[in-house]
Structure formats: structure tokens, C-alpha cells
């Protein structure tokens, strides 16, 4: 292929991947189905259900001219394959044309199948049909969705191409060829799948996204999955988490217990839960994090571990930990990231008095909220004699 074909191939696969699933450069740039015929489709506020049922079918209509419209500029990119006359092209090109014609052409026949009866065969009104009660239709319940979704106590989130919207009465998805329709009653709403990541892609904080099936209890009505993601974002310790006071005779004097750290909270997903009716149940192999500061104890333990251990003399016994008072004191601050007299670190004369847990939360609580990210390379004072130490300090009794 010479070079014009090439590049036009790789323009126009670009651009049709970019059209199809409209990354924001495109949505700003005004480049989606939405925004080219808002003239016909009308108003999503002022009439939501019409609106999708105009949208889904112009977005069939014109991702299935896709395939045509590369033929065409074919036509000119490649003049020398006499593409413009089909009965002189290659072999190759005329199957590619016939099926650019075909696509297009079971579009429009499904389009007018869908809006014959004023868009009854359309799927979003067999859904909404299934609603409605015997003495009315698909467009009385298509009205009740129109009316909740103009209210502005709905939840709303998500790109354009996979929105959740929540009303009182009704959850929707809203995707780019379906809007998945479900009644709040009816539902049953299971978190099927966790996945986690390191960094969110629009903060310097993990994120766990989690997969919720939404199942209505009518079997004819097709489950669906929702996403979101639960970041991170200053919050407060567990009420059970108080860090005993330094004495006052130590250096820098009393220090009470620093209150904040970081907590996995999710702002969508809080107002999803209080938007839902039904509870939100999690599948047995399914864990949610509850907080940040679960994770960043997961990652301190697991490097403790790898830390030279210290051996307790025979002739002292441990205690309990003097945070929780729970289990027994478990580290020691050792001095073993340098030398005695290099860095930042202090040798800690303490005797074991905290378990790993705890000492993991008072190394969280004096952390940056906001700067998780320097966490594990931070330093901080012992929680009793203020030497300050770091991560490689910390040594599991033995």
C-alpha cells in the first residue's frame, strides 16, 4: 500500500475508535452523536425517555456508517484502485463494500422497526412496558421517569457513554447503544467484583473500583452492571484508636494524639447508598476496603516483616500493647535504616510497649493526608519518647 492509503487508514481507524467510544478531547471538541444532531434529539432534561429512544437509534445509524465512510475517502486516497466504479475494484473492495452497504441498511430497518407505534418496539419501551399497569401503557411509566429525572435530589455520574442515574423510583444505566432500566423495589443489588488500583488516574490516591450487579426480580428484565470507584480522602482514626499521650516529661512535651488520616470514602458512592432502597450486598469472595488506612497497615506489616527481628532478653516479659490493651507489645523501634550517628532516624530507648497494628496507626496519623504517596518513606516520632524513626526501624519481637 503506498503511503496516502496507509496514512488514511490510520487516520480514519483512529477517528472512528475516537467516535465511537468519545474520549473527553472529543466531547469537548463537540465531536458525538449527541452534540452533532441536539437539533432532533431534543432536550435529555426536558424529555429524558424520548430523548434516548432518538439518541440510541441516530448513534446505530451513524457508527454503522462508519465502514461506508472509509470507502469513500478510500475513493480518493487510493485513486489508482478505481474504487469510485465498484465493478473495476479489486475483488477485496467490492465484498467491503457490499457489507458498508449492508450495516447501514439493517440499521435503518431495525430503526423503523423500533419506531413503528411511536417507538413501542423500541427495547427501552419493552422495558418500561413491563412496568406499566394493566390500565395504562409503557408512556405513563415513561412519564414517571421523565418527571424523577428532572428533579434535582437524583444521583447522577459517569461519562456520557456509561452514566448510572438513580431517582427515587427508578435506576438507570445509560449506555451508548441501550439504557438499562430497573424498578427500585424490584431490585437486588450485589457488589460482584473488586478490583484495585495503585494511583487514581486524577489524584495521587488509590482507588478500588467495584462492580455492582443490579438484578431485578423480574427474570424477563436483564441484569446489569454498575462501576465505581471508592478513593481516598481525609477522614478520621476509628473511634477505638487513641494513642496514649508522650509523658511530660519527654522531650517536646505532652503530644495528644494526632485526629486525622485517610479513610476510603467514596462522596458518588455515599449518596448512591443513601439514594438506594434496597441494601447493597457484597459476594462472599468480594472484599471492600473499608479505609485507607487498612491498606497502607496491609503494606506496613507486610515490609516490617522483612525488618531484622528483635529478640527479647529472658529475663523481660512483654505486655500489652498501651494502645489497645488488647494483645500483647509485638515491635521495637531499633535503629537499623543507618549508622547510629547518620540520618534523620534516632536510636528509641523504649522497651517493647505496642503491638504492630497499633504502632501502623500512630505511623499513619501523623502522615499528610493528602500526600499518601510519601507515606512509606516518611519519618516519624515515637509515639512515646519522640525519637523519630521510619519504617525500616520497626522490628517484630521475637
Partial sequence: MDSPEVTFTLAYVVFAVCFVF???????????????????????????????????????????????????????????????????????????????????????????????????????????????????????????????????????????????????????????????????QDVHLTVTESQQRDLSPDSNLPVQLLTIRVASADPAVPAFDIRFGLSARPGTLPAHWEPQPCPADAPGGPHPAANTSCRLHSTEYGELCEKLRAPIRSAADVVIHQSLGDLFLETFASLVEVNPAYSVPSSQDLEACIGCMQTRASVRLVKTCQEADEGECQQCCCRPMWCLTCMGKWFASRQDPQRPDTWLASRVPCPTCRARFCILDVCAVR
Fill in 22 to 184: 468519545t474520549p473527553t478531547e472529543f466531547h469537548s471538541a463537540g465531536l458525538t452523536v449527541q452534540n452533532l444532531l441536539s437539533g432532533w434529539l431534543g432536550s435529555e432534561d426536558a424529555a429524558f425517555v424520548p430523548y434516548h429512544l432518538r439518541r440510541t437509534a441516530a448513534t446505530l445509524l451513524c457508527h454503522s456508517l462508519l465502514p461506508l465512510g472509509y470507502y469513500v475517502g478510500m475513493c480518493f486516497a487510493a485513486s489508482e484502485k478505481r474504487l469510485y466504479s465498484p465493478s473495476q475494484a479489486p475483488e477485496t473492495w467490492r465484498v467491503f463494500l457490499l457489507l458498508a452497504l449492508t450495516l447501514p441498511a439493517i440499521a435503518c430497518a431495525l430503526i423503523y422497526y423500533w419506531s413503528r407505534d411511536r417507538w413501542a418496539h423500541h427495547p427501552l419501551a419493552r422495558t418500561l412496558a413491563r412496568y406499566a399497569l394493566p390500565q395504562s401503557g409503557w408512556r405513563a411509566v415513561a412519564s414517571s421517569v421523565d418527571t424523577e429525572f428532572r428533579r434535582i435530589d437524583k444521583f447522577a455520574t459517569g461519562a456520557p457513554g456509561a452514566r448510572v442515574i438513580v431517582t427515587d423510583t427508578w435506576v438507570l444505566k445509560v449506555t451508548t447503544y441501550r439504557v438499562r432500566v430497573a424498578q427500585q
